[in-house]
């Protein structure tokens, strides 16, 4: 098992500029998640998914999209970054929608938005 | 709601002595409890998690942590930290029948030789 999978681990993007962070899990997990990391501030939960179709808000979901059209695939779109998007940024996946299930956390991507 | 407050932001520690990193929680209903940690440059991985029965939960590398339902609390514990435990540690609350965790801000653990 690979786990949870995040690609790129670095980006460097200009203000304006669009990209997707990808987020893969081969454990067949339902519910997927993700987080943006800033010093002194934890992790805030930007979108989550309990299933294959089925997305929803978190707590900083304004210029993220995301989608999650496989159990597998959980991307996260930026339409049009902004330098107050740079951070360190996690994809999680847990087997179900249970509260006391551990989360697995993806190695994270480093975004620099210029 | 459910929030969750990490007391202290960093903790410095000599080698072989004891730690106690502190987490306060928030809610009026059943909680499951988590302690995650992040070492330089990774990811988060479980440490313990609290989700019922012994207050007193055992995890990986030596740590342990014991729920306090009156206080509020759940303390993380190891009696004697090595350099490798060097990491950032985020505490997490679940609490009634919500899926959805909230985070700590995270302990930053220094230990010096």
């Known amino acids: 098992n690979a786990g949870v999978t995040q690609t790129p681990k670095f980006q460097v993007l200009k203000t304006g500029q669009s990209m997707t962070l990808q987020c893969a899990q081969d454990?067949?997990?339902?519910?997927m998640s993700w987080y943006r990391q800033d010093p002194g501030m934890g992790l805030r939960l930007i979108h989550y998914?309990?299933?294959?179709?089925?997305?929803d808000q978190g707590e900083v979901p304004n210029g993220y999209n995301v989608s999650r059209s496989t159990t597998e695939d959980f991307p996260l779109r930026l339409l049009s970054a902004a330098p107050s998007q740079t951070s360190v940024y996690f994809c999680?996946?847990?087997?179900?929608?249970?509260?006391?299930?551990?989360?697995?956390f993806g190695p994270g991507t480093r975004l620099t938005v210029l | 709601a459910q929030s969750v407050t990490q007391l202290d932001s960093q903790v410095p520690v000599f080698e072989e002595a004891p730690v106690e990193l502190r987490c306060n929680y928030s809610?009026?209903?059943?909680?499951?409890l988590f302690w995650y940690v992040q070492y330089p440059n990774q990811g988060l991985q479980l440490l313990l998690k609290?989700?019922?029965?012994?207050?007193l939960v055992k995890g990986i590398n030596g740590f342990e942590a014991e729920f306090n339902k009156s206080q509020t609390s759940f303390h993380l514990r190891k009696p004697s930290v090595h350099i490798s435990d060097t990491a950032e540690y985020f505490c997490?609350?679940?609490?009634?029948?919500?899926?959805?965790?909230?985070f700590g801000r995270g302990t930053s653990l220094i230990v010096h030789p």
């Open positions: 454990m067949n997990h339902e519910y």
């Open positions: 997490a609350v679940c609490a009634g029948g919500s899926y959805i965790p909230t």
């Open positions: 999680a996946s847990r087997d179900a929608a249970g509260g006391g299930d551990t989360q697995y």
């Open positions: 809610s009026s209903v059943s909680v499951y």
């Open positions: 609290y989700l019922s029965g012994s207050t």
């Open positions: 998914s309990v299933g294959a179709g089925i997305t």
